[in-house]
C-alpha cells in the first residue's frame, strides 16, 4: 500500500488522500458537479482520481472496514461499511429530504432532466401541501438540514447558507433518491399495514405523496437503511422559533 503511493506522483498521491478524505466526509463522489446559477454541468476531478485509483482506495478503505462502491447508473463513488460514521438525522431535516425527493421526481416528470432547481419557497410550499411542514422553520432546522444535504451531495447551493433568499435556486442531485428511495419508504408502509394500502409502482403522484406522508409520521422507532447509514433522531427537541432562512 505505502508502495503504490510512493510509485505515484507527489500530486496525485496528494489527490488521491483529498478524495478518501472527501468519501469519509460526505460518503459519495458525483462523476459531475452543477452550477445552480448556471445550469451548467463540470466534470469532477476527484471522481476521476477515485477511477484512476479504484483498487487501491478500495484496499485501503477495506483496512478501516469500508467498502468503495461504484453505483454506474447514478456516476458515484460511495463508500458503506462498519467503518462508515454513522450521522444522526432530526425528524424535521428526514421531512426535508422526503420534500427535495418529491420535488425532484415532479421536476423529472414534468420539465426535463435540466430543470431540478428548487428554492426555499416551493420547498415550504411542498411542506403546506403536503403537512410534512406545519410550523415555521427556526433557522437553525433550516441550516441543519440544508448543510447535511449539501455535505452529503443531495444539493448543491450557489453560496453561503445564511445568505439564501426565497427565489435562490438550489440544485437537486439525484443522489437525493438514494438516501430517501421509495422502497425505503414502502418499507415503512408495509410495517404500518393495518393503516395504509401498499401502492404500486405506476400508483399516481397524489397517492405516492401521501403515502410517502404516512411514512415519515411513523419515522420515530423506525429504522432507515441508506448509503450514509444515517438514523433519524427522533428523539429533537423543540427549538425556539425565530426567523427563518
Known amino acids: 500500500m505505502f508502495e503504490y503511493m510512493e510509485n505515484v506522483s507527489q500530486n496525485e ?3 488521491i488522500r483529498k478524495t478518501i478524505q472527501d468519501l ?6 458525483l462523476q459531475t458537479k452543477c452550477d445552480p446559477v448556471t445550469l451548467v454541468q463540470r466534470d469532477n476531478p476527484k471522481y476521476q482520481v477515485c477511477l484512476r485509483n479504484r483498487e487501491f482506495i478500495a484496499d485501503y478503505l477495506s483496512v478501516l472496514d469500508c467498502e468503495l462502491v461504484h453505483d454506474p447508473q447514478e456516476h458515484i463513488f460511495r463508500i458503506t461499511g462498519d467503518g462508515v460514521m454513522i450521522e444522526r438525522m432530526t425528524l424535521m431535516t428526514a421531512r426535508l429530504v422526503v420534500i427535495l425527493k418529491m420535488i425532484y421526481r415532479d421536476k423529472i416528470m414534468g420539465e426535463g432532466l435540466r430543470a431540478t432547481t428548487t ?7 411542498y411542506g403546506k401541501n403536503t403537512n410534512l411542514i406545519t410550523k ?3 433557522a437553525q432546522e433550516w441550516t ?3 448543510m447535511l444535504m449539501k455535505t452529503h451531495q443531495m444539493i448543491e447551493l450557489p453560496g453561503a447558507i445564511a445568505n439564501l433568499e426565497d427565489n435562490t435556486p438550489i440544485y437537486i442531485y ?7 428511495s421509495a422502497m425505503d419508504i414502502n418499507e415503512l408502509v408495509r410495517k404500518y399495514s393495518d393503516e395504509v394500502e401498499i401502492i404500486r409502482n405506476d400508483m399516481s403522484r397524489d397517492s405516492d405523496k401521501a403515502v410517502e406522508n404516512v411514512a415519515l409520521q411513523e419515522m420515530n422507532g423506525a429504522d432507515i437503511q441508506n448509503i450514509n447509514e444515517l438514523e433519524t433522531d427522533t428523539q429533537s427537541t ?4 425565530s426567523e427563518p432562512v
Open 119 to 125: 428554492n426555499l419557497a416551493e420547498i415550504r410550499e
Open 238 to 241: 423543540e427549538e425556539t422559533p
Open 13 to 15: 498521491a496528494e489527490n
Open 174 to 180: 439525484s443522489t437525493v433518491n438514494i438516501f430517501c
Open 24 to 29: 469519509f466526509r460526505q460518503t459519495c463522489i
Open 136 to 138: 415555521k422553520l427556526t
Open 144 to 146: 441543519d438540514a440544508l
